[in-house]
């Protein structure tokens, strides 16, 4: 009965083993490891337009406000809410400017004067960190308004982290498995299905050869953690869709550019 259960376990562990071939070609299970955009994207001239139009049209069609209820007369209040008021309704009458700029520029001279020195200061965060301007493209806080990709050097050649499948395996299983082995456990990672998003085939190199080679993407979001590499992988780097191009060969690129966002 032992000997049985021994055999048992060494045939199910040689089958785990055995690289799974459909019709002449490996079948491999590769992963597309998203860091989704960290804060909303730049407007565009045309929306910024657009936006600056919807706001005057509502500000034509509201109410009159009663500042008399709102601020005692010789106030700061009242006067900076009068500056404010005359910066909107010069920007009403001139299409070139808009109501957001009017009252910025005005904040901006209360600022520099010292009026509005009892007010606390709004300090905007910087949309460019230091990861940005040093080029790491090691780092996650980097391109914070675009998706960025992992991508690995394995073999010297830079590609998505990828596996042979073994016969005794599902893809997104293989993808998994094959996620923590290259590039550690220490990501907080979460696998968008059980279904692979595209896929690319690759025809044997020489004439000689007679074994292709198929890749199956698995889609998979990364929350937290940091790219921990194993001794198979001599670099990795976070990427965006733009910066892919400059690394990834042709063909393997085309192939899989449609399942990336622009973004």
């Known amino acids: 009965m032992m000997s049985r ?37 730049d407007a565009t001239p045309f929306e910024m337009a657009y936006f600056d139009y919807k706001e005057k049209q509502e500000r034509a069609a509201a109410s009159v406000f009663p500042q ?6 010789g106030t700061l209040a009242e006067r900076r809410w009068k500056e404010q008021v005359e910066a909107r309704n010069a920007a009403m009458n001139d299409p070139s400017l808009s109501l957001t700029d009017a009252v910025d520029q005005t904040r901006a001279s209360e600022d520099a004067d010292g009026a509005a020195a009892a007010a ?8 460019i960190t230091k990861a940005d301007k040093e080029n790491d493209i090691k780092k996650l806080d980097r391109a914070l308004q675009q998706n960025l990709y992992l991508i690995v050097k394995q073999q010297n ?15 997104h299983e293989a993808a998994e498995r094959h996620l923590k082995e290259a590039c550690g456990p220490d990501m ?38 940091q790219v921990k590499p ?17 690394y990834l ?15």
């Not at 019709?23 to 804060?39: D, F, G």
């Not at 008399?68 to 007369?73: A, I, L, V």
């Not at 830079?158 to 005794?168: N, V």
């Open 5 to 41: 259960r021994l055999f048992t376990t060494s045939t199910r562990s040689l089958q785990q083993q055995t690289p799974l071939k459909i019709k002449n070609s490996r079948i491999a299970a590769s992963v597309i490891l998203t860091r989704a955009p960290q804060i909303t994207r």
């Open 68 to 73: 008399e209820f709102y601020f005692k007369k």
């Open 120 to 127: 606390a200061p709004v300090v905007q965060a910087d949309r």
């Open 157 to 171: 050649k830079w590609q998505f982290p990828q596996t042979d499948m073994q016969a005794s395996e599902y893809l």
């Open 188 to 225: 907080d990672v979460w696998f968008v299905g059980r279904q692979p998003i595209t896929h690319y085939k690759e025809s044997p190199s020489r004439k000689e050869d007679t074994e292709g080679l198929k890749v199956f993407f698995m889609k998979a979001r990364i929350y937290a953690g």
């Open 230 to 246: 194993s001794k198979d992988v001599s670099d990795f780097a976070w990427l965006t869709k733009k910066e892919l191009v400059d």
């Open 249 to 263: 060969p042709s063909e393997y690129y085309n192939s899989i550019k449609d399942s990336l966002s622009d973004l």
